[in-house]
Nanobody, 123 residues
Framework: QVQLVESGGGLVQAGGSLRLSCAAS????????MGWFRQAPGKERMLVAA????????WYADSVKGRFTISRDNAKNMVYGQMNSLKPEDTAVYYC????????????????WGQGTQVTVSS
């Protein structure tokens, strides 16, 4: 089992930046894949970034590629999501998620979820 708590969301202007943080519990953190999801009103939750257990394999959705950086610090049980050049289209609730697998980009493989943090980007 893994407990996840996100933070770092807020209101920013287009072109601005936010740094999301996810604090994870459990001694298995260092051996599981992590990801950032987002869900906008009326839309399905989608995976926007994923990182494998050791941090050497990373995946980004096309919509955030080049603007979003996912990283992890297993010693601190933390996952980060740096969002730059934010656009109004990035407005959504962002969720930290964990998979039982060591490496995966399959959204269905993510079993543990944080509460979510709101990101709002104004024009």
């Amino acid at each position: 089992q893994v407990q996840l708590v996100e933070s770092g969301g807020g209101l920013v202007q287009a072109g601005g930046s936010l740094r999301l943080s996810c604090a994870a519990s459990g001694r298995t953190f260092s051996s599981i894949a992590m990801g950032w999801f987002r869900q906008a009103p009326g839309k399905e939750r989608m995976l926007v970034a994923a990182i494998n257990w050791s941090g050497d394999r990373i995946w980004y959705a096309d919509s955030v590629k080049g603007r979003f950086t996912i990283s992890r610090d297993n010693a601190k049980n933390m996952v980060y999501g740096q969002m730059n050049s934010l656009k109004p289209e990035d407005t959504a609730v962002y969720y930290c998620a964990a998979s039982r697998m060591r490496s995966t980009i399959n959204p269905r493989s993510y079993d543990y979820w944080g509460q979510g943090t709101q990101v709002t980007v104004s024009s």
